[in-house]
């Protein structure tokens, strides 16, 4: 039971710091202008930040091993991991990220599974369009892979 409890607080969390769009929509609205705001209330956004445009190459396709801190999924996953080429310079915030390897993961921590990289067209050798998005304010996630055209929270695999 406490195994489980673990584990469902760990998914919650990287649920919410893996997406700014789902830790923004869940953050409390701004204050009435002239108002200040209650202690304790906002959660995260919202957030701003500066996208940064480049090339996600990716480097290997592998059978991702079961990570005992966080559910498995319904189907074999998969280790996905690119390199990020930025097409202009990057802020020394995210310099350290260029060429660096990454593991692509769905929004909930989950790794990819078959039919998700063959929907998407991920394949080694592959290059993706990819943004580096690096927080400018806010107290969101602070730098964050996206890639144009791959939707990171579909779960069709899981549907039967």
Known sequence: MKRTLVAAVALTAAMLSASPTFAASNASPPPAKGKPEPMGIR?????TYADH???????????AAPDKDVPTPPYPGL???YAFAPVGPLPP??????????????????PPGPRFLEKYGIRPGAALPCVLRVI?????????????????ADYFEIEK
């Open 43 to 47: 959660v995260g956004g919202p957030c």
């Open 93 to 110: 915030q995210g310099s350290h990220l260029a060429g660096k390897v990454q593991t692509m993961t769905l929004v909930n921590g989950w």
């Open 53 to 63: 445009p480049g090339t996600a190459t990716i480097l290997a396709v592998t059978p």
């Open 136 to 152: 400018q304010s806010g107290t969101c996630t602070p730098l964050l892979f996206e890639f144009p055209g791959i939707d990171l």
């Open 79 to 81: 280790t996905v991991t």
